[in-house]
């Protein structure tokens, strides 16, 4: 979450929630401290979003519940929120405003435009902030892929060269030289792995990158296979994007969990949650043999469609490991 105040104005972007630390015992989620915020109600013009993964909206409800202000976002990022508001009974009481790429918003003495960035989840947005002194640009979360949404560079290069105040930007793998792997290029990849499968084929894919997803589904269909949908967050992100026509299973090409026992192995692609083997995700139970309607045999092939992300990388090998003891082929 971060803060601009200006006189007797707030601003308030992106509201999210982290998961605790193995020694953080006792503790399921953790999201910032409000008491800054609510003991200033009244200056507080709104919340803005940049996108809708869990570390920039999920802390949202427990803010909510406390302070009545309008959130602005995107498409997908407000049908994201509205599901996290109906599970917490507040989607009546909150005022949720569509904004769209280079659209302008004035709240107070901030003039904000919504700038598109390219990002592993759709509608990702930057902002120019423009103030009494001065302009500053919020990157968001953002990658320079040309597949899909591309990032809007026209747009920040002019901000950039009417001069700004401050650049606040994502620094994900800051560390690492060289270039962001194209989308188009990991579909490649997953598209030559799944030719060659014979058994099940069970991608795990973060639930909000409705691009790969769609990838996935692609290859799928192009060997033959139906689609399974695995996981809370899956079927329901799943579910918005068809809705708002980001993601298109062509008819007759999806199949429930309680189908694929009827569908032959070789026809049969399962995309489903826990590519970073998170505690309770579907990938993890499958691994534990923990999951009520799929179970590892000889045969199937398991494909991580992510890297490891930095602190996860026991408990993924740990998955691995166990992936393998039943049979499959990671």
């Known amino acids: 979450m971060l803060l601009f105040k200006y006189g007797e104005e707030i601003l308030v972007i992106d509201a999210g929630l982290m998961f605790p630390e193995d020694y953080m015992l006792g503790i399921d989620i953790a999201i910032p401290d409000f008491s800054y915020l609510?003991?200033?109600?009244?200056?507080?013009?709104?919340?803005?979003?940049?996108?809708?993964h869990e570390d920039h909206i999920g802390a949202l409800p427990f803010l909510l519940r406390e302070l009545s202000v309008p959130v602005y976002g995107s498409r997908?990022?407000?049908?994201?929120?509205?599901?996290k508001l109906k599970e917490h009974q507040l989607l009546g009481q909150t005022d949720l405003r569509?904004?769209?790429?280079?659209?302008t918003l004035e709240l107070g003495s901030f003039t904000i435009e919504f700038i598109r960035v390219a990002h592993s989840i759709p509608d990702g947005m930057g902002l120019a902030i423009?103030?009494?002194?001065?302009t500053f640009i919020h990157s968001g979360d953002f990658k320079i892929d040309q597949t899909g949404g591309v990032t809007d560079l026209n747009t920040l290069a002019g901000y950039g060269a009417r001069g700004v105040l401050a650049l606040l930007s994502d620094s994900t793998n800051v560390e690492?030289?060289?270039?962001?792997?194209?989308?188009?290029r990991i579909g490649e990849s997953l598209d030559q792995i799944m030719r060659k499968c014979e058994g099940r084929v069970m991608v795990a894919?973060?639930?909000?990158?409705?691009?790969?997803?769609?990838?996935?589904?692609?290859s799928a269909v192009r060997y033959g296979r139906r689609v399974a949908f695995n996981g809370k967050s899956m079927i329901t992100n799943c579910r918005i994007a068809r809705e708002l026509g980001y993601l298109h299973v062509p008819p007759g090409r999806e199949i429930t969990l309680g189908e694929m026992a009827q569908t032959p192995d070789s026809q049969v692609a399962v995309i489903t949650t826990g590519s970073q083997a998170e505690p309770m995700?579907?990938?993890?139970?499958?691994?534990?043999?923990?999951?009520?309607?799929?179970?590892?045999?000889?045969?199937?092939?398991?494909?991580?469609?992510?890297?490891?992300?930095?602190?996860?990388?026991?408990?993924?090998?740990?998955?691995?490991?166990?992936?393998?003891?039943?049979?499959?082929?990671?």
């Open 38 to 52: 609510l003991r200033h109600k009244d200056q507080v013009r709104a919340v803005v979003l940049t996108h809708g």
């Open 76 to 83: 997908f990022t407000l049908e994201l929120l509205r599901e």
């Open 98 to 103: 569509l904004i769209a790429p280079k659209e």
């Open 130 to 134: 423009q103030t009494p002194l001065g």
């Open 176 to 184: 690492r030289e060289g270039y962001t792997v194209p989308e188009k």
């Open 205 to 218: 894919v973060f639930a909000s990158n409705i691009y790969r997803i769609q990838q996935v589904v692609d």
């Open 281 to 330: 995700s579907s990938l993890t139970r499958i691994a534990r043999d923990d999951h009520r309607q799929i179970k590892i045999k000889k045969g199937d092939t398991v494909i991580l469609s992510s890297r490891f992300i930095p602190g996860n990388e026991r408990a993924i090998t740990g998955m691995i490991d166990n992936l393998y003891r039943f049979g499959a082929e990671v």
